[in-house]
């Protein structure tokens, strides 16, 4: 797998996101150009099994970065699986070498299931990407405009 380093350098087109879980874990694809994602799979690996699955992901889609989508109790405090999402990206960055995002989470998963989601996991891994994506746009925007004025 390349580094950071072996990539070229320029803003950050493609990613991988991800909905932590205990027992699963939901990965999506998408890309700054379309500002859209799409479910990918649900790996329901654990340990180091977890992450060869994600390293053959990692290879296949070739991202320039990482989002990971951090989940926090409704009035915003912090829980145990907020931790734990945590401590998942930091070991993202580490292997893969590759910026990690967080995204605050709260509610993808019951969205995913009252969409009629196939696979929730998935589909929330593309809630949270397609929300980073919309932020990431917005600031843009904002700089863009800024910068006209």
């Known amino acids: 797998m390349p580094s950071a380093a072996a990539r070229p350098p320029g803003p950050q087109q493609s990613f991988l996101a991800f909905d932590f879980g205990v ?16 479910p990918v799979a649900a790996l329901a690996a ?8 994600i390293a053959r ?10 989002v990971v989508g951090v989940p926090f109790h409704p009035d915003g405090a912090e829980h145990e699986n907020t931790r734990r999402a945590r401590a998942f990206g930091r070991r993202l960055h580490g292997r893969f070498a590759l910026p990690v995002h967080e995204v605050d989470e709260r509610y ?11 696979d929730p996991d998935a589909a929330a891994a593309a ?11 917005a600031v843009a925007d904002d700089e863009r405009a ?4």
């Open 127 to 137: 809630l949270i990407l397609e929300q980073f994506l919309r932020a990431r746009a």
């Open 46 to 53: 654990q340990g180091a099994a977890r992450f060869a699955a």
């Open 23 to 38: 027992r699963r874990v939901g990965v999506a694809a998408g890309n700054a150009l379309t500002g859209t994602a799409q």
């Open 146 to 149: 800024h910068a006209a004025a």
């Open 57 to 66: 992901l990692v290879a296949e889609w070739r991202p320039d970065a990482l």
């Open 108 to 118: 993808t998963t019951v969205e995913a299931l009252a969409a009629g989601a196939a």
